[in-house]
C-alpha cells in the first residue's frame, strides 16, 4: 500500500481500511448519480414513455446497472480491457441529442441497436488508439480537459439553483435563496473539511458537504421518500426489449459520437493520472479505459441502457482527495449494481435533492477544469500554442453557447458542433497538426 504524506493514495494498486473505502466509494456515487439517469430520462421522454411509468424506471435501472458493470470493466478489467485506474463510469450526455432524435423519430429499438453497434466500434478502437496518441498531445488532451469542465460548469449551477433539466426546472423556486443555501451549504462545510481535518474526514470531504446539504434541505422540506415504498426490490433484466432493428443513419451518428467520447475518456484517463499521481497515463491504460468504455456502452444496449463513457467529475474527486486508489472506484461500481439490481437503494439515493447535488457538483466541475489547466501549465506558451488554445476554445465553447449558429447544420453534424467537446478537440487536433512550429521563431 502506497501512501503520500497527506494522508491520500497515490497508487492506483493503494487500499485504503473499508472504513474508509466505502464512505469514499460512496462519495464516487453521490457525485455522479443525477448526471447518470438523467439522459435514460430524457431519452425516455422523448420516445414517448410516460414518465414515472415502468418503461421510463427499467431505462433508469439499467442506467445505474451498467454505469456499475462498466466501472469494474475500468477498475478490475479483465485482459487488455480496462484501465485499472479509478475511473467512474456513467451514462453519457454527449449521446443525448442523438439518441432522443433517433428515439422521437425511428423509436427505441433503433436507438438501442445503434448503441450496441456502436459500442463495438468503439471497443475496436482500443486497438488503435495507442498509435493515435501523437495526434492527442498534453496541449490537444488539456484543452479536451478544459473544455469538458467549463461545459460542465453549467449543469453544476443549474442543479444548485434547483433542476438540471427543463422537466425538472419549477419556474417559481428555480433559483430561489432555499436551493442555493443548500448548494452553498455543500461547499461550505466540503471545504471546512477539506482543509481543517484530517484522514477519513478530509478524503471524504466531498461527502460530508452532501450529507450536511442533505440534512438542512431535509429541514426545509425538500426530501420526500414516497417513491421508495412504490418501487419493488429485484429487477428483472430484458435482452433487446425493443426488438434489433438497424437504421445506417442511426448507427453512423452514434458512432461518430462514440469517437468524440473515445477521446473524452483518453482526456479523462490523462486527467487522472496527472490530478492523482502527478503522472501521465501509459498507452496500455488509455487503451484500455477505452476497450471498457465500449464494451460497456454495447453491453448496456443489449439490455436496454444507453452509452456509457468515464465521467469527469468523478475526476474531480480523485483531483480534491487525492485518493488514486481504484479499489475506492471498484466499490462505488458495487454499489451501482445494487442499486441497479436492487431499484429501492437507488430510489432512497434518489431522493436527495439536486441543489444538494448542485454544491457538490460545483466542486467537481471546476476541478476537471483546474485539471486542464494543470496539464496545459506544462506547456510552452508559444505564438503558436496560444494561438491552437484560443481557436479551440472560442469555437468550441462559443458554438455551445450560442447553438442557433449553427442552426441550418444537419441533425448529427448540429449535435457535434454544440457539444463544447467534439469542435474544441477536432480544431486542437487539426491546428496542432497544421501550424507549423517554425511559426515562432
Given at each position: 500500500?502506497?501512501?503520500?504524506?497527506?494522508?491520500?493514495?497515490?497508487?492506483?494498486n493503494?487500499?485504503?481500511?473499508?472504513?474508509?473505502?466505502?464512505?469514499?466509494?460512496l462519495?464516487?456515487?453521490?457525485?455522479?448519480?443525477?448526471?447518470n439517469?438523467?439522459?435514460?430520462?430524457?431519452v425516455?421522454?422523448?420516445?414517448?414513455?410516460?414518465?414515472g411509468?415502468?418503461?421510463?424506471?427499467?431505462?433508469?435501472?439499467?442506467?445505474?446497472?451498467?454505469?456499475?458493470?462498466?466501472?469494474?470493466?475500468?477498475?478490475v478489467g479483465?485482459?487488455p480491457?480496462?484501465?485499472?485506474?479509478?475511473i467512474?463510469q456513467?451514462?453519457?450526455?454527449?449521446f443525448?441529442?442523438?439518441?432522443?432524435?433517433?428515439?422521437?423519430?425511428q423509436?427505441?429499438?433503433?436507438?438501442?441497436?445503434?448503441?450496441?453497434?456502436?459500442?463495438?466500434?468503439?471497443?475496436?478502437?482500443?486497438s488503435?488508439?495507442?498509435?493515435?496518441?501523437?495526434?492527442?498531445?498534453?496541449?490537444?488532451?488539456?484543452?479536451?480537459?478544459?473544455?469538458?469542465?467549463l461545459?460542465?460548469?453549467?449543469v453544476?449551477?443549474?442543479?444548485?439553483?434547483?433542476?438540471?433539466?427543463?422537466?425538472?426546472?419549477?419556474?417559481?423556486?428555480?433559483?430561489?435563496?432555499?436551493?442555493?443555501s443548500?448548494?452553498m451549504?455543500v461547499?461550505?462545510?466540503?471545504?471546512?473539511?477539506?482543509?481543517?481535518?484530517?484522514?477519513?474526514?478530509?478524503?471524504?470531504?466531498i461527502?460530508?458537504?452532501?450529507?450536511?446539504?442533505?440534512?438542512?434541505?431535509?429541514?426545509?422540506?425538500?426530501?420526500?421518500?414516497?417513491?421508495?415504498?412504490?418501487?419493488?426490490?429485484?429487477?428483472?433484466?430484458?435482452?433487446?426489449?425493443?426488438?434489433?432493428?438497424?437504421?445506417?443513419?442511426?448507427?453512423?451518428?452514434?458512432?461518430?459520437?462514440?469517437?468524440?467520447?473515445?477521446?473524452?475518456t483518453?482526456?479523462d484517463?490523462?486527467?487522472?493520472?496527472?490530478?492523482?499521481?502527478?503522472?501521465?497515463?501509459?498507452?496500455?491504460?488509455?487503451?484500455?479505459?477505452?476497450?471498457?468504455?465500449?464494451?460497456?456502452?454495447?453491453?448496456?444496449?443489449?439490455?436496454?441502457?444507453?452509452?456509457?463513457?468515464?465521467?469527469?467529475?468523478?475526476?474531480g474527486?480523485?483531483?480534491?482527495t487525492?485518493?488514486?486508489?481504484?479499489?475506492?472506484?471498484?466499490?462505488?461500481?458495487?454499489?451501482?449494481?445494487l442499486?441497479?439490481?436492487?431499484?429501492?437503494?437507488?430510489?432512497?439515493?434518489?431522493?436527495?435533492?439536486?441543489?444538494?447535488?448542485?454544491?457538490?457538483?460545483?466542486?467537481?466541475?471546476?476541478?476537471?477544469?483546474?485539471?486542464?489547466?494543470?496539464?496545459?501549465s506544462?506547456?510552452?506558451?508559444?505564438?503558436?500554442?496560444?494561438?491552437?488554445?484560443?481557436i479551440?476554445?472560442?469555437?468550441?465553447?462559443g458554438?455551445?453557447?450560442v447553438?442557433?449558429?449553427?442552426?441550418?447544420?444537419?441533425?448529427?453534424?448540429?449535435?457535434?458542433?454544440?457539444?463544447?467537446?467534439?469542435?474544441?478537440?477536432?480544431?486542437?487536433?487539426?491546428?496542432?497538426?497544421?501550424?507549423?512550429?517554425?511559426?515562432?521563431?
Amino acid at each position: 500500500m502506497t501512501e503520500i504524506s497527506n494522508g491520500t493514495y497515490s497508487d492506483p494498486n493503494s487500499t485504503p481500511p473499508m472504513a474508509e473505502s466505502i464512505p469514499l466509494g460512496l462519495q464516487h456515487v453521490l457525485a455522479m448519480f443525477a448526471s447518470n439517469v438523467t439522459p435514460s430520462i430524457i431519452v425516455a421522454g422523448a420516445a414517448g414513455l410516460a414518465f414515472g411509468g415502468p418503461e421510463q424506471i427499467y431505462l433508469i435501472q439499467m442506467a445505474m446497472l451498467f454505469a456499475g458493470i462498466a466501472t469494474l470493466f475500468q477498475t478490475v478489467g479483465f485482459g487488455p480491457v480496462g484501465a485499472r485506474l479509478p475511473i467512474m463510469q456513467g451514462t453519457s450526455f454527449a449521446f443525448v441529442g442523438v439518441l432522443a432524435g433517433v428515439a422521437a423519430t425511428q423509436g427505441l429499438g433503433v436507438a438501442l441497436t445503434s448503441c450496441v453497434i456502436a459500442g463495438l466500434i468503439h471497443f475496436a478502437l482500443g486497438s488503435v488508439i495507442g498509435s493515435l496518441r501523437s495526434w492527442l498531445p498534453p496541449l490537444v488532451t488539456g484543452l479536451v480537459i478544459l473544455a469538458i469542465g467549463l461545459y460542465l460548469i453549467p449543469v453544476g449551477i443549474k442543479y444548485a439553483a434547483g433542476g438540471a433539466a427543463d422537466f425538472q426546472m419549477a419556474a417559481d423556486s428555480f433559483g430561489s435563496l432555499k436551493h442555493w443555501s443548500v448548494a452553498m451549504t455543500v461547499i461550505i462545510v466540503a471545504l471546512i473539511m477539506k482543509f481543517s481535518t484530517k484522514g477519513i474526514l478530509s478524503n471524504a470531504a466531498i461527502l460530508v458537504g452532501l450529507l450536511a446539504g442533505y440534512a438542512l434541505a431535509a429541514a426545509f422540506g425538500m426530501v420526500s421518500f414516497a417513491a421508495v415504498g412504490k418501487v419493488s426490490w429485484i429487477t428483472s433484466l430484458q435482452v433487446m426489449p425493443y426488438g434489433f432493428e438497424f437504421s445506417l443513419g442511426a448507427v453512423i451518428a452514434v458512432t461518430l459520437v462514440s469517437i468524440v467520447s473515445a477521446v473524452e475518456t483518453v482526456g479523462d484517463a490523462s486527467a487522472t493520472t496527472k490530478a492523482g499521481a502527478n503522472r501521465e497515463a501509459t498507452d496500455d491504460e488509455i487503451a484500455g479505459a477505452t476497450y471498457a468504455d465500449g464494451l460497456g456502452t454495447s453491453i448496456a444496449g443489449v439490455f436496454g441502457g444507453l452509452p456509457n463513457t468515464s465521467f469527469s467529475q468523478n475526476v474531480g474527486i480523485v483531483g480534491m482527495t487525492g485518493i488514486m486508489s481504484r479499489h475506492v472506484v471498484t466499490i462505488a461500481g458495487i454499489i451501482m449494481v445494487l442499486c441497479g439490481l436492487v431499484p429501492k437503494i437507488g430510489a432512497i439515493i434518489a431522493s436527495m435533492p439536486l441543489p444538494v447535488l448542485g454544491g457538490g457538483v460545483i466542486v467537481m466541475f471546476g476541478m476537471v477544469a483546474a485539471a486542464g489547466l494543470n496539464v496545459l501549465s506544462e506547456i510552452k506558451m508559444t505564438r503558436r500554442n496560444m494561438i491552437i488554445i484560443a481557436i479551440s476554445l472560442t469555437v468550441g465553447l462559443g458554438l455551445n453557447l450560442v447553438p442557433t449558429a449553427v442552426q441550418y447544420l444537419p441533425g448529427i453534424w448540429k449535435t457535434l458542433a454544440t457539444s463544447a467537446v467534439a469542435p474544441t478537440a477536432f480544431l486542437a487536433i487539426f491546428l496542432n497538426k497544421m501550424l507549423p512550429e517554425e511559426m515562432d521563431n
